[in-house]
């Protein structure tokens, strides 16, 4: 892991730490956006955009979820990139500049850039320049706006509903997709715990409420269920064990375990999650974490039968 400063490379981590231990993430630098009518500069265009994406990471698997959902394959095309990540960073077989880093791409879209080099990265063809590394706001872009050319009319962000997404999608965030990461790469015995007692908090609360309801928010598939997917399907083959979030399986919740599953088996779905890939990226590049580089054989998971 590394940022780039003053044009060069340097191995460090990308995220920093507090005087507490405490895990802080950066935010995201790159925030255009691109639109229907090309009113923001960047055209939904066929065959304009490329996305670069790690198959282990939770924030770029919600791309390549939303390219699946709204049938997006035949307008952008995907690079997935190495799922070793050392010294050097994201290692790629980049097919439009040759390049062998993706910090080499960032420098491509802006020789001054200083900063983590993270995936997502939705790269613009024509400009050649990153549109947008915030998977957030790139899912919205493709929630909406390819559906001229894809005929695909599926929202997964309606406007009745956008206001409990929202908040929903906060609390989830904070507590869980950040909050494995907060408990994993803590430095202090009460960093861990204050971030592994909020994380299971907010998973006790969630298997309560989806006892209740099919999804997160009501009836319907939105952003929220796939925004939390990433992080379920991860858990309990990396992050239970890797980041020593092991109160419980996510397998020991029996409401979550049939949503995760449910959402799993949906058309296009199991064909984005790559255990393989994903194992070896956490248990080989996270040498703080697990300094042998070796990558656990199981568990078995059944995600097939509800």
Request: proline share 4%.
């Amino acid at each position: 892991m590394g940022l780039l400063q003053n044009g060069r490379w340097h191995d460090q981590w990308y995220d920093t730490t507090t005087s507490g231990g405490e895990f802080r993430r950066q935010d995201s630098r790159f925030r255009a956006s691109l639109s229907a009518d090309g009113s923001t500069g960047f055209k939904a265009e066929p065959g304009r955009y490329h996305l670069y994406v790690s198959l282990a990471c939770p924030w770029a698997h919600r791309t390549l979820i939303f390219r699946s959902l709204k049938q997006l394959q035949p307008y952008i095309d995907v690079t997935v990139v190495d799922p070793i990540m050392l010294e050097n960073g994201w290692e790629l077989e980049d097919p439009l500049y040759h390049k062998k880093y993706l910090y080499q791409l960032y420098l491509k879209a802006d020789a001054s850039y200083e900063g983590r080099v993270t995936v997502p990265v939705l790269w613009d063809k024509k400009t050649e320049t990153i549109v947008s590394n915030e998977s957030a706001e790139i899912i919205r872009m493709f929630n909406t706006e390819f559906n001229h050319l894809s005929g695909n009319q599926d929202d997964y962000y309606p406007e009745a509903l956008r206001a409990e997404i929202d908040a929903v999608n906060e609390k989830i965030y904070h507590r869980i997709n950040n909050g494995v990461y907060l408990a994993g790469f803590a430095t202090s015995q009460a960093a861990y715990a204050k971030a592994y007692h909020e994380l299971f908090a907010t998973l006790d609360w969630l298997e309560q409420r989806l006892q209740g309801q099919r999804y997160l928010v009501g009836d319907t598939i939105t952003e929220a269920d796939w925004r939390l997917f990433t992080t379920l399907i991860r858990f309990d083959a990396v992050y239970y064990g890797h980041f020593k979030t092991n109160r419980q399986h996510i397998a020991d919740f029996p409401a979550i375990n049939g949503y995760m599953k449910e959402l799993y088996q949906i058309p296009g779905i199991a064909e984005t999650v790559d255990f393989e890939h994903i194992k070896t990226h956490y248990y080989a590049s996270h040498k703080t974490i697990n300094p042998t580089g070796v990558v656990p054989l199981g568990p078995e998971l059944d995600l097939r039968n509800l």
